[in-house]
């Protein structure tokens, strides 16, 4: 592809898989660029009534997030991420459920068409644009007030989002206190087979001792001849 250039890229609507929800159901469209702090204002806004207030504002700087028309407080709210925008989708839910108790959830999973449009450098050369189709994984997320149908796949119940980072966190405890156990015994080892090892403390010379020649040993009953 070294002699083509990306000219355009252009994505494929892709339908929310939620069509029979209300007309005026607000949907926060994650893109890679949005703060979670303004999708979380806006979208608060919507839930609650203490931050009702602040949906202007939100609208104005996160201009990727849709509203209807109804200004009363909805039931019901739909988040969405395509891409690299996924998983700070799911960091939207997962806080937007800390913050609304007793809120049912719908996960549904697509893909969406991008199609990238490559040009040739040289047209003169002969070579044609070329048109690569990719299929991009976008996750849809709904969250509710009322009761939803619990036998559709990807239903979570309200609270069940305790009891997984209850159980993250008891998995995480459980391995630092294995680390530092194993830490403890291989430092113990460690000590032990280093006992008795290296040379013995230096016996240090008296101040009248040092600068001496040591005397040349003589024969028994000495004396020249």
């Not at 997030?65 to 709210?77: N, Y």
């Not at 007030?145 to 405890?173: C, I, M, V």
């Not at 113990?188 to 040092?210: C, D, H, L, T």
Request: proline residues 5%.
């Amino acid at each position: 592809m070294e002699n083509y250039r990306k000219a355009r890229t252009v994505e494929q609507p892709c339908l929310s898989p939620f069509q029979d929800l209300p007309s005026d159901t607000p949907e926060v469209w994650v893109k890679d660029g949005s703060k979670i702090r303004n999708l979380m204002r806006f979208a608060l806004s919507r839930m609650e009534e203490k931050g009702a207030s602040a949906e202007h504002t939100a609208t104005q700087e996160d201009s990727e997030t849709t509203t209807g028309s109804g200004e009363k407080l909805s039931r019901q709210i739909v988040f969405t991420g395509v891409g690299q925008s996924v998983a700070k989708a799911i960091t939207c839910v997962e806080i937007m459920k800390r913050r609304v108790h007793g809120l049912h959830q719908h996960t549904k999973l697509a893909y969406r068409t991008v199609q990238e449009v490559w040009e040739p450098l040289e047209p003169e050369a002969g070579l044609e644009s070329l048109t690569v189709s990719r299929n991009v994984p976008s996750v849809w997320v709904l969250l509710s007030k009322d009761s939803l149908d619990r036998n559709q796949p990807g239903y979570q119940a309200p609270g069940s989002f305790d009891a997984l980072w209850a159980q993250a966190l008891k998995e995480e405890a459980a391995g630092q206190k294995h680390g530092q156990r194993r830490k403890r015994e291989n430092t113990g080892v460690g000590r032990g087979e280093g006992a008795g090892r290296g040379k013995g403390p230096r016996q240090s010379r008296g101040p009248g001792q040092r600068g001496k020649a040591r005397k040349p040993l003589g024969r028994a009953g000495g004396g020249q001849n």
